[in-house]
């Protein structure tokens, strides 16, 4: 973009993953964005990840919600805000303040989260605010907590640079963490003795760059930690200077480790794994000083999660491995802003300020600060806990903000009963239509990124600023304007008299440094009292922040802790397998996780038509000798069934899933697929410590789905698809695709497809083929020289690759051959289908690398690069490059 066109630019951060990418965000004055990477910020240098790199994508009004509605109706704010502050007031009436909730999410800013909270445990009185961020951190949270005192997260990016050693463990960062991953992976460039080790039930795409991968079975992770802390000890690598004078309870920790894993052989027993290569990976971990374990959903999505990080913080303290560069227990968090929600007491067990609920001193202090009528004298519902309330008619009105738990929560489908039975449901959201807002009596529209401002605090304890570069779209408004407004009509004004987010964020600042004096880990008084220039200007920051406005890049340098002595807390831990077993009924495991491309329920996401292109609907992964025993094919559709849901999703075979088990991303809601919602099929077992989520262990069976037609739609209207049992929906470039497949063995495809996409029009120019016999049906309309809409059925799912047809959507006007080709589904001669899309940056697909690799006689990912830009961006299609390398393809 040249810079003489530009009308804005700013420094902002991407909204999706805790990294906390920074971002240069440009406005041309003709109104167009683009974004690239912040090469100040600390957390990416510049880098950005595909979903990153699309954000421009995704800032279209299309589907927004920019009016509040009662009911289905549109209101003006006014009537909107009072319906919501008087039926929360009357709710609060006649049941007591534990009959409301709010249900919030680490996609809010810090200054959203931080009046959530203060309204719900201050001035209504209730500690019944949960935070999504519940589903993917919380069992770190309780776990540093246990050991540390308080929820300090100790490490920094750099270490990731600094260490030896890392142990990547439950964490697929290639597509998690992509820009971590990345800087991991020029980490080990730059410093060939740096030894990555993986430990995932999965071969994932981070493997890549492993040099050791431990597949355990699941829920074994305390076991291999516990082999790991008894052979530390049995090796003589004992910090005894440390565990001495700076920890305490290491003996029962010791002694629960060498009760339930004696020996490497008893681990690798237990654990499923190779004893050569558990051997291996204790030996790198006990003869190396600066090791970096980092972790993710993989250990925190457990019912045994708060142990598995325990049994991970143990090793560290055993051998001192904390508080100094290279080292420490990393934990890689899920939401831009989950950390930020943290330090505000988004969740239902905290208070403000990383303070407790169940410490009287710290309700007195919040509350004399606040001087607020109320505090929450106990923790209120954890967010399984606060929807089965809402199903037993405990909790009669809720707000939901920011999230949509009707897909996001396990056993989503009585997640949805319980919200079609509450008396008062909220929601704040910029989208139109989720499967959550379906649910809602009161639809309150809210600013998205791009318009949002505030803070948002990282997974090393970053905070940066989220500036707006967009105007407020039609009646949108702030999460906290939203929430200030419902107090003040609630009676609260004088707790809620904020005019901005810099008021918001010094009270929040003030509040940390209150009767502090290095009793609290959480401190950032020096930046309260901030005017609205200095507040704009915040340069990243990582607390504790100073009285000099300098940050910490780690934490415990000095051996203190804030447990009540001062000491970091060693935790026994005795193994447990998860709370469900695979039985006959439901042999396999499920195990569930986010794709490479999309985010969450795909809300924004969705919205990007490269961001479809490498996953366009709901899949299983699969081992092939599985898929053998059940008689699924690949490509073919799929039924994974569980006590509570089933999904109908295609079928992918990979080497690298585990037999007997399954995965399948959490993305696809109702709006995306009919039956892609897997976290329906979920158990809602969770954390007896944490409350955490148990989404990587169902017992579930897979069964194949077989209909009597499949096919699939490429059309530039968005459509409701009737008389089909299976549909998912992905946006491309000018087009919308449509996957489809049916139970009718008999249909009239002429019929049924005119109807679809012709409508009434009378300028249609439609050409269709139909083999009756062989029940094969195709259609094609076009208006004037353009394509506008194909129909493909076929009685398998071998159909037409989708690649070359959506390319002629593009075109304003289709050549003869091409139109010709239409019908065939394949180019005409001189023109080639680039096949499945491998590089979402840069729309490579794979035939067009195959090519390049054959033509070229390409031998590494580097030259694909050089030759087609494949890669080069945020590396995550790296490994799958590396695969296309290889000489079996």
Partial sequence: MNSDNLANTVKTICPYCGVGCGIVASVDTQGLVSVTGD??????????????????????LNGRLLQPEINGQQVGWDEALDKVAEGFAEVIHQHGPDAVAFYVSGQLLTEDYYL??????????????????RLCMSSAVAGYKRAFGADTMPCSYEDLERAKLIVLTGSNTAWCHPVLFQRISQAKKNNPDLVVVVIDPRRTTTCDIADLHLPLQSGTDTTLFNGLLNYLDQQGEVNLLFVDNYTEG????????????????????DCGLNEVDVAEFYRLFARTERVVTAFSQGVNQSSAGTDKVNAILNCHLL???IGRAGM??????????????????????????????????????????WDSPLIAQKNGFKAVEMFEAIAAGKIKAIWIMCTNPVVSLPDADSVRDALQKCDLVVVSECVAETDTTALANVLLPALTWGEKNGTVTNSERCISRSRPFLPKPGKAEADWWIINQVARRMGFASGFAFESVAEIFSEHAALSGVENSG???????????????????????????NAQGQGSARMFADGRFFTANGRAQFVAINPRPPVNAVNNDFPMVLNTGRCRDQWHTMTRTGKSPRLAEHSPEPYAEIHPEDAALLNVSEGGLMRVISQTGEVIVRVRFTAGQQQGSVFVPMHWGGQFASKGRIDAVVNSVTDPVSGQP???????????????????????RRLDINGVSYWSRATGDGFYRYEIAGEQAELDWPVWARSLLCASDSDINWVEYLDAGAHRYRGVRM??????????????????????LAGLFVKDALLEDERKGLLLGKPPAGQYDVGRIVCACFSVGINTITAAIKDQNLKTAEEIGLALKAGTNCGSCVPELKILLSPEV
Avoid at 39 to 60: F, I, M, Q, V, W
Avoid at 699 to 711: C, D, K, L, S
């Fill in 39 to 60: 090469p100040d910020h600390p957390a990416n240098l510049g880098r950005l990840c595909s979903k990153g790199a699309a954000l421009a994508e995704t800032l279209g």
């Fill in 250 to 269: 290491a003996a029962k920790a010791l002694a629960a480790a060498k009760a339930s894993a004696p020996t490497v052989t008893d681990v690798a027993i």
């Fill in 694 to 716: 148990e989404f990587k262990h169902t017992p579930v069976r897979a069964i194949p789905y077989e209909p009597a037609w499949h096919g699939f739609l490429l059309t530039r």
């Fill in 519 to 545: 009793k609290r880990d959480f401190d950032i008084a020096a930046l309260s009292g901030l005017d609205a220039a200095a507040y704009n200007a915040i340069i990243p920051v990582q607390w504790p922040v």
């Fill in 319 to 321: 051998t001192g491995r």
């Fill in 116 to 133: 959530a909270n203060k309204l719900m445990k201050g001035f209504i009185g209730s500690a019944n605010i949960d935070t999504n961020s």
């Fill in 783 to 804: 208006v004037e020289s353009s394509v506008e809409s194909c129909i493909f059925i076929a009685p398998s799912h071998e159909l037409p690759s989708r690649s070359w």
């Fill in 328 to 369: 420490g227990p990393f934990s890689f968090t899920g939401q831009t802003n989950a950390m930020g929600g943290r330090e505000v007491g988004g969740l239902s067990n905290q208070l403000a300020a990383h303070m407790e609920i169940d410490n009287p001193e710290h309700r007195d202090l919040v509350q004399r600060f």
